[in-house]
């Protein structure tokens, strides 16, 4: 992928220092290249990460008038199907990249050619005739998209650092940002943490002309009414939704100038998109995996029996908690924005060891668990369903029992926590009871801010707009579809897809590929029966059916696994003290205005006496939360944005410049 930024003003010339800077803050997503364009009212900026047709492919490109220009990040995977649409209208392509087709598509299509794009991606067109800024994103939220207004300026970018390059842009906290974090542990767009800042929602397109910003959706997730879900056998739809994920990540590997490899981390998921690769395209696979020194985190022994199964050329990286500590301040100025988790560290590190190995493009298994039910919170929600039907049962708690069995104090283990945990909010009628128990135990972060920053009794909660947000009709749909969609929309664009995913690679230069969030195989999943899913509590029903053939055994019956590293544990006691100390003293603390200092040094105090097995969850994700919150105000607040990039545009760099000068 790359990085895009641009600014739009009806009043004045842009100035080329901005956007020269804007594009400096990039560079780590586009280090092959860059280039901007200007003309009296606006300004198109751009860093290339050249994966297709390296040579014609440079941006900012133009149709033929020249009229007409886009500033691209991402990949349009059937850019190739499209250009012979295209040509036989009558369209003519000087590249062969899909960055062009992109230009052709909307002039033939407008924004109906958002709905005909298999991929992935953030787009700003300018149409110099009309003066008016398209912007777009892709329907899962892969790519990053934000945008602001500063004075009479309009701006976007693909990170929020590069509109901070704008010495008048306003740099603050959003207090609504904040609260979303710390209850769904990211923003769910098109809330940003910081004020005045937007992210443009997945699945939609935005028009900015005479100063208004006009936004609209071109997809929608959508789940069928209960029971009038895909009708056809597990036979029959595993066979389609098979097809579906062989294509989509054939397209994903093969669409490409330069190699490919994909991750494998030892669960089902990265499983089958590597056994897809190497039995059904004829390319020699390389594959990555992350390991810990932690055993309790590890999954080696899987990783290995995957990779000696399909031939692959394996490398790992590992990580210990001192790794973690050392990367965080660099790990959270690409996230932008505060993590309740260590885990982006971790990626983060595993894509540098991509990119140390020559690779750019890896493909991975994110998206399986939202299309097709593998996060443990569905499994729960089940339980708690199944006890809220008949609460005063003394039996149907103890089902509970049957979830994590992967941690080392699962439910299993202490019954009475299970009882009074999952006991809470089992009202089958609410839309959202199969996130309450994560929200409930995120907000405990919100004990720690000061009154600025903590939510108002007198104002709905923030979960409040989500649900009211779900599309009408969602109350007739299963209640595993109503969880899937709350997954879909707060932690997977923000969290998984950002903060651990797009942020994680590009910080090295490599683009990430999805192939279970392929629109037609999301289609798909989303129509198919709960049970194919989920049957009873075992997740993924139905992919694990379907790749038996490809998949052993021993990872397809594995007990659900979620990714996890070492948390909180890492910052005491080891690596990171000095930064650590300096951004948690009493001072700036009291400086960023978030957190009351006094809270803080009693949970640190408490927690630098606790091994990490023995850490709540709670004060976990409190530490996490202080730790990366007070990084980012420094970073980006205090701070103006610069920090571990080189700040500067890449070489070589293409101007293409219509102001005229008197």
Not at 418 to 447: E, M, Q, V, Y
Not at 489 to 509: A, C, E, V
Request: glycine share 8%; aromatic share 10%; hydrophobic share 40%.
């Amino acid at each position: 992928m790359c990085g895009i930024c641009g600014f739009v003003s009806p009043y004045r010339v842009p100035e080329p220092e901005l956007i020269v800077k804007m594009i400096g803050r990039l560079a780590h997503r586009g280090p092959d290249g860059s280039g901007y364009y200007r003309d009296r009212f606006a300004a198109l900026g751009h860093t290339r990460l050249a994966i297709i047709d390296a040579a014609g492919g440079v941006q900012p490109l133009s149709n033929e008038g020249g009229d007409l220009w886009i500033s691209f990040n991402g990949e349009i995977f059937n850019y190739v199907e499209l250009s012979r649409e295209l040509a036989a209208l009558g369209h003519r392509m000087k590249t062969a990249s899909d960055t062009e087709v992109i230009v052709h598509a909307w002039e033939q299509w407008g924004p109906d050619c958002f709905k005909r794009f298999n991929g992935q991606w953030a787009i700003a067109l300018w149409d110099a005739q009309k003066a008016e800024l398209i912007l777009s994103r892709d329907q899962a939220g892969i790519v990053p998209l934000h945008y602001a207004f500063s004075g009479d300026r309009f701006l976007f970018a693909s990170e929020v650092k590069a509109l901070f390059a704008d010495p008048d842009l306003q740099r603050a906290f959003d207090p609504v940002g904040l609260d979303q974090t710390f209850t769904f542990w990211s923003t769910v767009a098109p809330v940003s943490v910081y004020a005045g800042v937007r992210e443009l929602e997945p699945g939609h397109w935005a028009r900015f002309r005479d100063g208004k910003l006009d936004i609209k959706a071109f997809w929608e997730t959508r789940f069928p009414t209960r029971g009038e879900e895909n009708a056809a056998s597990i036979e029959e739809n595993g066979e389609r939704l098979r097809a579906s994920l062989v294509e989509a990540t054939r397209l994903r590997f093969l669409r490409s100038d330069v190699p490919v490899g994909a991750y494998l981390s030892g669960g089902i998921d990265s499983s089958v998109t590597s056994a897809i690769i190497a039995n059904y395209t004829s390319t020699p696979l390389n594959t990555f995996s992350l390991r810990f020194t932690d055993s309790e985190f590890d999954e080696g022994a899987y990783q290995r029996e995957m990779s000696s199964r399909l031939g692959t050329e394996h490398r790992s990286v590992e990580v210990g908690s001192a790794d973690i500590a050392r990367a965080f301040p660099e790990v959270v100025w690409h996230t932008e924005r505060p993590v309740l988790r260590s885990g982006p560290a971790p990626m983060f590190l595993l894509s540098r060891s991509v990119r140390k190995a020559g690779y750019k493009v890896v493909v991975t298994g994110e998206g399986s668990d939202e299309m097709l039910a593998g996060y443990d919170i569905f499994r729960e929600a089940k339980v708690r369903a199944f006890w809220g039907r008949d609460p005063a049962s003394s039996k149907r708690f103890r089902a509970a029992e049957l979830l994590y069995p992967w941690m080392e104090r699962s439910p299993g283990k202490t019954p009475a926590f299970a009882k009074a945990f999952f006991g809470r909010n089992t009202d089958l009628s609410d839309p959202a009871l199969s996130h309450r128990p994560r929200w409930d135990a995120t907000k405990a972060i919100k004990g720690l801010l000061t009154p600025r920053y903590r939510p108002s009794p007198d104002l709905p909660a923030c979960e409040s707009a989500v649900i009211d947000a779900m599309p009408p009709g969602s109350e007739s749909w299963d209640p595993l579809s109503r969880a899937q969609w709350l997954e879909l929309t707060t932690l997977l664009p923000g969290y998984i897809l950002s903060s651990q995913g797009d942020r994680m690679l590009m910080g090295n230069s490599v683009e990430g590929r999805f192939p279970f969030l392929d629109p037609e195989f999301m289609k798909l999943a989303h129509g198919l029966p709960s049970w194919q899913k989920l049957f009873v509590l075992d997740e993924k029903h139905i992919l694990k059916k379907e790749f038996a053939d490809l998949v052993p055994p021993s990872i397809l019956r594995r007990p659900k696994q979620p990714y996890r590293a070492p948390d909180a544990a890492c910052f005491f006691g080891g690596e990171g003290e000095d930064w650590i100390r300096e951004v948690t003293s009493e001072k700036a603390l009291a400086e960023a205005g978030v957190f009351e200092p006094k809270t803080v040094a009693g949970l640190f105090a408490k927690c630098s006496g606790v091994s990490g097995l023995k850490m709540s969850n709670t004060d976990n994700m409190r530490v996490l939360a202080v730790l990366s919150t007070q990084l980012a105000y420094f970073q980006f607040i205090a701070g103006n944005g610069s920090g571990f990039g080189p700040d500067r545009p890449p070489e070589p760099m293409t101007v293409i410049d219509r102001v005229i000068k008197r």
